[in-house]
């Protein structure tokens, strides 16, 4: 028998569970004109259904609040480690500045969410246009 693979699109239901169980994704932006990725721990907004995550002033902050467009992913391996997964989430950026919407979101997950800390922390949130995923699998046929 020969190995195989497989792409399989995975459902809006399947992308969002993903999405609320991880614990690491990526921020895409652009900076001066190129594609830069960063590390965020994020937390999904139950209520509004968008990633939310905590980050400090720079870069990243300003790259997301000025291009129109910014990415996220997640991505994992089955418990068999024969197949992989990918979520890709698509829109736009804004600041969450509601204190008790960022009260609300730093308790969800609790210590995950403390990276970042001090008084120059920012919340954002991305309002997504697009989610969809992937699941890639190996097989015999």
């Known amino acids: 028998m ?16 993903l999405l609320a169980e991880s614990r ?5 932006v652009v900076i001066e004109g190129r594609p830069e990725i ?6 999904i907004d139950a209520d509004t259904g968008c990633v939310t995550f905590p980050t400090g002033v720079g870069a990243k902050l300003n790259a997301a609040l000025q291009w129109p467009w910014v990415s996220f992913e997640i991505d994992g391996s089955d418990t068999n ?9 698509v829109g736009q950026a804004e600041e969450i500045t509601d204190e008790e919407v960022i009260a609300r979101l730093a308790e ?10 001090g008084a120059g922390v920012r919340w954002l949130r991305i309002r ?7 699941r890639i699998t190996v097989g015999e046929s």
């Open 24 to 28: 690491l994704g990526r921020l895409g």
């Open 108 to 117: 969800q997950r609790g210590i995950r969410v403390k990276w970042i800390t």
């Open 81 to 89: 480690a024969e197949g992989s997964w990918s979520v890709l989430v």
């Open 2 to 17: 020969t190995p195989h693979t497989w792409l399989i699109d995975l459902s809006p239901e399947e992308c969002t569970r």
């Open 128 to 134: 997504p246009t697009k989610v969809s995923g992937r």
């Open 38 to 43: 960063f590390p965020v721990n994020h937390v």
